[in-house]
Structure formats: C-alpha cells, structure tokens
C-alpha cells in the first residue's frame, strides 16, 4: 500500500488549506482510510476516518471545521480544513487499513500511512 499526501503548507488564523492522499494498493473490498496528526511533543491525535461504506467520523476539536472525503475514481483522499487555528499546526498523516469496522481516526494508528505533510498555521 502507498500513501502519498499533498496540499501541506502555511496558512493563517482562520484561512482553509485542503490536504491530499494518493492511494494505491489498498485491495480491500471494505476498508477505512482518514487522517491523524502529531504536533512536536505532543500525542498522535486522530482526526478524521471515513470508511468504504461512505461513513465519517471526526475528533471533537475539528467537528464543524474539517470534512473528510474520498474520490474512489481517482483512489484519492481528501481533507478539506477551514476555520483553522493555530493548535491545527501539526505533520498532517493519511492512513489505510482493509476493514470498515469500527472505522474511527484513533483506529488508524496502526495502519498504513505515509510520509506525512507539514500544516502550520500563525495566529
């Protein structure tokens, strides 16, 4: 499986930056794929899943500002941010694992990912 994200960069206290994820051999008939992050020093945090049946899940501190969503003709990955804020800034990882059970972002820790995409937002 090769994730490969994009749409990374800088943006300011309430601006949009949207993120991008190629996948590529991921042969499952059933899977979840989604988001999470991880700030210098801090924990991983998940941030948004969505599974093969279409069904989204995001973390609390993003709900209402960030959307998740998938173009399954281009095996493409997408997470559009808004409203964004200076505690966004972290890498930014896509990840993949086969199965749609329990698809939520802190079950994809574990998964496939790939090398991650820098998001850093001023004040």
């Known amino acids: 499986v090769q994730l490969v994200e994009s749409g990374g960069g800088s943006a300011q206290s309430g601006g949009s930056l949207t993120l991008s994820c190629a996948a590529s051999?991921?042969?499952?008939?059933?899977?979840?794929m989604g988001w999470f992050r991880q700030a210098p020093g801090e924990e991983r945090e998940g941030v948004a899943s969505?599974?093969?049946?279409?069904?989204?899940s995001y973390a609390d501190s993003v709900k209402g500002r960030f959307t998740v969503s998938q173009d399954n003709v281009k095996n493409t990955l997408y997470l559009q941010m808004n409203s964004l804020k200076p505690e966004d800034t972290a890498m930014y990882y896509c990840?993949?694992?086969?199965?749609?059970?329990?698809?939520?972002?802190?079950?994809?820790?574990?998964?496939?990912r790939g090398q991650g995409t820098q998001v850093t937002v001023s004040s």
């Open positions: 051999g991921l042969a499952y008939s059933t899977y979840c």
């Open positions: 990840a993949a694992r086969g199965g749609s059970l329990f698809c939520n972002p802190a079950r994809l820790f574990g998964a496939w």
């Open positions: 969505i599974g093969s049946d279409g069904r989204t």
